[in-house]
C-alpha cells in the first residue's frame, strides 16, 4: 500500500505538489502584498495579551460559542481539523517517503492520537451536515448562499471521507491493536474484515490519490475562497484593538499630510490592518444578524461592507499601482453614502465578529472624508454643527445659561469654589434637555445626601465634541477636547462623574488622546458604590416593573453591566426584568452615531424597535398571555389600556440621555405614553432614598 513506490507515481505526485504549493504560496505573496498599500499602524504591542487572546478567541472559539448550536458546528469543524493537521501531513509526507510515520505513533501518544483522530473526523463530518443544512434547508438571512460556501463544504466532506477510507483500507485485511481504538472506522469497517489484501491496496491507493489532490485542490483554493480566513483569522484575532474599541482614531489635523486629505475615499488610504480585515472575514454574517441598522430595514450590513471593499481590493489592485488610473470610488460605488450614514457605532457588529474585524473606524473614516472633504452630511446636522462651535452646544442654546438647571440647588461652580472632591460632567444633554435636566437633578440630589463635596463647571463646560465626531467633522471635535481639557487642567481636576455614558466615553477613553487625564466614574457605578458603603439608604418602596436596557456606550464599550442592575435590584418594589436582548448583546436605541440628529428617511425607526421589544416583555410579565402585543398602533393603543389598569408602573429604565430622549420620541410616535415610562437609573434612585 505504497501508492508512490513506482517512478512514475512518485514523479506525478512531486509535480502536484511542487505545482500546487508553489502556486500558494505566489498566491499569498500576492495577497499579502496588498497590505502594503495601506498605511502604517502599530499592532505589535502587549504580547502577552495577544497571545492571550488568541488562545481564547482563535482556538478557544469562544465567540461563536456566544450561538450555541452553529457555534458548536463551527468548533466541531475547526477544532476537528486541527487533529486532523498531523494525520494530513502524515499523508502529504507519504507521498515522498511511503514509510513516513511521526515517531509516537506506536506508542501510547498515537493510540491516544488515533482515538481522538477517528472522532473529531467524525465530528466534522456531523458539523458539516449540519451546516448545510443550515445553509440549503433553513437558509438563515446572515448567510451568503454562493458557489464558493459550496465549493469548500464539498472537498472538506471529501477529506475526510477519503481519509477514513484510507484507514478502512489500510486496516481491514489485517485489524490491529490500533484499529480497536478507532470506534468510528471499526463501525465502518466491520462489514470487511478479512476481505482481500490485494483488492484493498488497489483501494487504498485509488482513496489515497483522492484525498491528497482534493488536499492540494483546495490549498490552492483556500485563497480565492472566503476560506482564506483559515490563514488570516488567527493573525487577524493576534492583531485586534486592544483597550478602548470605541475610542476612534485621531487625526492630525495640525499637521495634515501632504495631500491634505482627510479620512478614507480610497481603498489604500486605510492602514494595512484595516485591508488585513477584508481578507479574515469568513462571511459568517453574525456582524449582520445582530446590526440594529440592518435589522430596522437599513442599507448597511458590516458583512457586506467588509466584503466589497474586499472584492474591491482584489480586483483594483493593479489600476491602484498605476498611476493616474481610473477607479470606481470607494464612496458610492463600493460603498453607498447611506450604508455610510446608517451606523449607529453601537459596537454590535464588532462584538459578535469571531475574528475581531473593525467595521467602526472603517466607516467612520469614510465619514471623515465626507465630512472634511466633501461637505456632504444630514442636512440637519448644518445646524448642529454650528451651535457646537458658537454656543458649546448643539441644542444652540446660549452658553450663559448651561447652569440653569442648578438654580436653587446650591451647587457649587468651580469658577466660585474649586474647593472639590469630585467633577459632575452634566453633559449638553443634562444641562438643555428638559427631559435630562430631571436626571440632573437627581444625580445632584444623590450626591448632596451622600455629603459628597462635589461642583459644576456651569457656564465653563462646553460640548465634548462626541457627537461631532461621530458624525465626522473630526477638526470640531478636537477644538471642543482642546478647549475643555484646557478647562480641566485649569482647575486641576483629577476625577469626574458623569450621566452621560458618550460623555463617559470620551473623556475617559478619547481625551488621553490630547493629553486629558482623568479618573472619569459613570453614575450608576458611582450610585452602587455610595449604596455599598451605606452613604445613601434606599427606604421607599417603588412599585414598579422594569425593564432595563444598556446603552451600548455604557455596556459593549466600557463593560459596565453590575452597577445598574445592582442598584434598580436593590430598590424595595421594584420588580427587574432584563430585556430578549441584554448585556453584550443588547439592542441599540439608535441615538448613537450622531443620529440624535439626523433623520431617519430609510426603514423603521431603530428606538421603536426597541420600545416594541419592551412593550412585548411587559405584555407577557404583567399577564394576559393569550394574546401577544402586536406592533401596530390600534393592539399598541389596546395594550396600553390594558397596561394602565396594573398596580404597577411599567417602566424601560437606562442610564444614558441619549437612550432616555430616543425612547421618549418613540413612547410619543407609538402612543404608548401611558402604557411604559422611560426613566434613568438615578430617578429611582432618588424617589427611593426621598
Known amino acids: 500500500m505504497k501508492p508512490t513506490s513506482d517512478i512514475y507515481g512518485f514523479i506525478v505526485y512531486c509535480i502536484i505538489a511542487a505545482v500546487s504549493v508553489g502556486f500558494f504560496i505566489y498566491t499569498l505573496y500576492v495577497r499579502f502584498g496588498y497590505l502594503a498599500l495601506g498605511r502604517y499602524e502599530n499592532r505589535f504591542d502587549h504580547i502577552g495579551k495577544r497571545l492571550k487572546a488568541v488562545l481564547l478567541f482563535a482556538f478557544g472559539q469562544r465567540r461563536l460559542l456566544y450561538d450555541m448550536a452553529p457555534g458548536i458546528m463551527h468548533a466541531m469543524i475547526f477544532w476537528g481539523f486541527l487533529v486532523i493537521s498531523i494525520a494530513n501531513i502524515t499523508n502529504v509526507c507519504r507521498g515522498f517517503y511511503p514509510d513516513f510515520a511521526f515517531p509516537f505513533m506506536d506508542r501510547t501518544p498515537g493510540l491516544v492520537y488515533a482515538f481522538v483522530l477517528d472522532i473529531f473526523e467524525a465530528l466534522v463530518i456531523v458539523g458539516l451536515c449540519i451546516a448545510s443544512y443550515r445553509r440549503y434547508i433553513i437558509k438563515p438571512d446572515k448567510l451568503s448562499l454562493n458557489i464558493d460556501g459550496t465549493v469548500c463544504l464539498l472537498l472538506i466532506f471529501i477529506l475526510m471521507v ?21 470506534p468510528v472506522t471499526m463501525a465502518i469497517m466491520s462489514p470487511f474484515y478479512g476481505a482481500n489484501e490485494h483488492i484493498t491496496g488497489i483501494f487504498y491507493e485509488s482513496f489515497w490519490w483522492a484525498h491528497i489532490i482534493c488536499f492540494y485542490v483546495f490549498l490552492c483554493y483556500i485563497p480565492y475562497s472566503k476560506h482564506f480566513h483559515l490563514i488570516t483569522a488567527i493573525p487577524n484575532v493576534f492583531l485586534s484593538l486592544l483597550g478602548a474599541r470605541v475610542a476612534l482614531t485621531p487625526i492630525d489635523i495640525e499637521h495634515p499630510p501632504e495631500a491634505e486629505t482627510f479620512g478614507v475615499s480610497k481603498i489604500e488610504e486605510f492602514t494595512w490592518k484595516q485591508l488585513l480585515d477584508l481578507y479574515a472575514c469568513t462571511e459568517c454574517g453574525r456582524c449582520q444578524a445582530h446590526c440594529p441598522a440592518w435589522i430596522a430595514g437599513k442599507p448597511l450590513s458590516p458583512k457586506k461592507i467588509i466584503v466589497d471593499q474586499r472584492n474591491h481590493l482584489l480586483s483594483r489592485v493593479s489600476e491602484l499601482r498605476t498611476p493616474n488610473s481610473e477607479l470606481r470610488t470607494l464612496i458610492g460605488q463600493v460603498n453607498t453614502e447611506d450604508e455610510i450614514w446608517a451606523c449607529t457605532a453601537c459596537g454590535a457588529c464588532e462584538e459578535e465578529c469571531p475574528v475581531f474585524i473593525e467595521p467602526i473606524q ?44 442648578a438654580e436653587g440647588l446650591g451647587i457649587k461652580k468651580l469658577s466660585e469654589d474649586s474647593n472639590v472632591d469630585i467633577l459632575f460632567w452634566v453633559g449638553c444633554a443634562g444641562s438643555f434637555d428638559e427631559r435630562n435636566k430631571k436626571v440632573s437633578i437627581a444625580l445632584a440630589k444623590i450626591l448632596k445626601a451622600s455629603g459628597i463635596n462635589f461642583g459644576i463647571l456651569g457656564n465653563e463646560e462646553r460640548c465634548n465634541g462626541e457627537t461631532a465626531r461621530r458624525i465626522g467633522n473630526e477638526y470640531l471635535f478636537q477644538m471642543m477636547a482642546k478647549a475643555n481639557i484646557e478647562t480641566l487642567n485649569k482647575y486641576n481636576i483629577k476625577k469626574i462623574i458623569t450621566a452621560c455614558p458618550h460623555c463617559f466615553n470620551t473623556l475617559k477613553n478619547e481625551y488621553p488622546q490630547f493629553g486629558g487625564n482623568y479618573e472619569v466614574v459613570h453614575h450608576t457605578e458611582f450610585i452602587a458604590d455610595l449604596i455599598k458603603k451605606g452613604k445613601i439608604k434606599l427606604t421607599k418602596e417603588i412599585k414598579e416593573t422594569v425593564a432595563y436596557h444598556d446603552s451600548c456606550y455604557l ?20 420588580k427587574f426584568m432584563e430585556m430578549k436582548r441584554y448585556g453584550k448583546r443588547s439592542f441599540c436605541c439608535g441615538g448613537g452615531g450622531g443620529h440624535a440628529w439626523m433623520e431617519e428617511r430609510l ?14 416583555l411587559i405584555s407577557q410579565e404583567t399577564g394576559d398571555r393569550s394574546q401577544e402585543l402586536k406592533t401596530q398602533d390600534s393592539g399598541l393603543k389596546t395594550q396600553d389600556s390594558r397596561l394602565r389598569t396594573q398596580d404597577s408602573r411599567p417602566a424601560l429604565v437606562s442610564a444614558c440621555p441619549f437612550c432616555l430622549s430616543m425612547f ?13 415610562n422611560s426613566l434613568d437609573v438615578a430617578e429611582l434612585v432618588v424617589e427611593s432614598i426621598g
Request: proline share 4%; net charge positive.
Open 362 to 405: 472603517r466607516i467612520y473614516d469614510m465619514r471623515r472624508n465626507l465630512v472634511l472633504m466633501q461637505s456632504k452630511f444630514d442636512r440637519n446636522v448644518v445646524t448642529n454643527f454650528k451651535n457646537i462651535e458658537a454656543n458649546g452646544n448643539p441644542y444652540g442654546f446660549g452658553a450663559t445659561s448651561r447652569a440653569d438647571w
Open 664 to 676: 421618549e420620541d418613540a413612547r410619543r410616535f407609538k402612543n404608548v405614553e401611558h402604557s411604559i
Open 603 to 616: 426603514g423603521k425607526k431603530i428606538n421603536v424597535v426597541r420600545l416594541e421589544e419592551a412593550l412585548t
Open 162 to 182: 477519503t481519509d477514513f477510507a484510507l484507514r478502512v483500507t489500510e486496516h481491514a485485511p489485517f485489524p490491529d491493536s490500533m484499529t480497536a481504538l478507532m
Open 555 to 574: 455596556g459593549r464599550f466600557n463593560n459596565i453591566y453590575k452597577a445598574p442592575r445592582g442598584i434598580l435590584k436593590s430598590i424595595p418594589g421594584v
